[in-house]
């Protein structure tokens, strides 16, 4: 059974940082491409930065110099770094996990950021 369990939302004021994590159980970690996707209240679900086996990231360029994608295949764990949040970011965050031929996503967390 595959699960990916985020954590680290919040309320922040504009300006703070939060970190997500996502925890992945049920796959060969190190083969998937991780990513984090938000949706914002009426809006598409969007991608926000992807980090694939070879540590290669690419973001949003809305995010681009502000976020950080990284991962710990040891910890079968994905992260995002969220440095200088403007209400803009306010979103749920989802973790996405892309294998070989499967597609996952965790259930997502609350960011808020407001003053």
């Known amino acids: 059974q595959v699960q990916l369990v985020e954590s680290g939302g919040g309320l922040v004021q504009p300006g703070g940082s939060l970190r997500l994590s996502c925890a992945a159980s049920?796959?060969?970690?190190?083969?998937?491409?991780m990513s984090w996707y938000r949706q914002a209240p009426g809006k598409q679900r969007e991608l926000v930065a992807g980090i694939n086996s070879g540590d290669t990231t690419n973001y949003a360029d809305s995010v681009k110099g502000r976020f950080t994608i990284s991962r710990d295949n040891a910890k079968n764990t994905v992260y995002l770094q969220m440095n200088s949040l403007k209400p803009e970011d306010t979103a749920v965050y989802y973790c996405n996990a892309v294998g070989a031929i499967k597609n996952h996503w965790g259930q997502g967390t609350q960011v808020t950021v407001s003053s």
């Open positions: 049920g796959i060969v970690f190190r083969l998937y491409v």
